[in-house]
T-cell receptor, first 111, second 112 residues
Framework: RKEVEQDPGPFNVPEGATVAFNCTYS??????FFWYRQDCRKEPKLLMS???SGNEDGRFTAQLNRASQYISLLIRDSKLSDSATYLC????????????FGKGTHLIIQP | DAGVIQSPRHEVTEMGQEVTLRCKPI?????LFWYRQTMMRGLELLIY????????DSGMPEDRFSAKMPNASFSTLKIQPSEPRDSAVYFC??????????FGSGTQLSVL
């Protein structure tokens, strides 16, 4: 089983719709979790951290299920500008050197 | 405030040639990371430095790859000799302590 697994997509979603995707991780001792966003031919950028109780940032909601070892990202009222690749990131230990990146889920918002 | 600066943005070279990628981390950041991204393998950590000292180079694929950080504001990743399978996007990233990671714009390397 891969350390971090994501459905590569692409997810084609009409503008205004709600879209959700999951990511599973194999190391039950993983300590922290993140979603990064990567635009085409650009660098990854931190979108949001994922907390045990779940957290929301505007139209974005992230949740963590430690028992089933997955995290999720929900995007409400999707915008054209949300089109990007979303990378699931798991930290198996404290420092940034412990980050393991998923290969990403490609999201396309269609007008 | 300038972000992580990488050069060159694009590099096209022939198999067997030496390639040197450069990175200037954000001022005040004490950790620097080199990543490689391909479609097949995603984003992989090659090596990371803390306070200019290499801490973990277990991700470096083979002896053809080497990295240095002579001071807090500069790092290089060298491939000698380069091979077509080294073609990828190479990202440099930096952070301070436990703060979030900032990536440079990357170097698109093509080895013919």
């Amino acid at each position: 089983r891969k350390e971090v697994e994501q459905d590569p997509g692409p997810f084609n979603v009409p503008e205004g719709a709600t879209v959700a995707f999951n990511c599973t991780y194999s190391n039950s001792a993983s300590q922290s979790f993140f979603w990064y966003r990567q635009d085409c031919r650009k660098e990854p950028k931190l979108l949001m951290s994922v907390y045990s109780s779940g957290n929301e940032d505007g139209r974005f909601t992230a949740q963590l299920n430690r028992a089933s070892q997955y995290i999720s990202l929900l995007i409400r009222d999707s915008k054209l500008s949300d089109s990007a690749t979303y990378l699931c990131v798991v930290n198996r230990r404290g420092g940034a050197d412990g980050l393991t990146f998923g290969k990403g889920t490609h999201l396309i918002i269609q007008p | 405030d300038a972000g992580v600066i990488q050069s060159p943005r694009h590099e096209v070279t022939e198999m067997g040639q030496e390639v040197t990628l450069r990175c200037k981390p954000i001022s005040g950041h004490n950790s620097l990371f080199w990543y490689r991204q391909t479609m097949m393998r995603g984003l992989e950590l090659l090596i990371y430095f803390n306070n200019n000292v290499p801490i973990d180079d277990s991700g470096m694929p083979e002896d053809r790859f080497s990295a240095k950080m002579p001071n807090a504001s500069f790092s290089t990743l060298k491939i000698q000799p380069s091979e077509p399978r080294d073609s990828a996007v190479y990202f440099c990233a930096s952070n301070r302590g436990w703060e979030k990671l900032f990536f440079g714009s990357g170097t698109q390397l093509s080895v013919l």
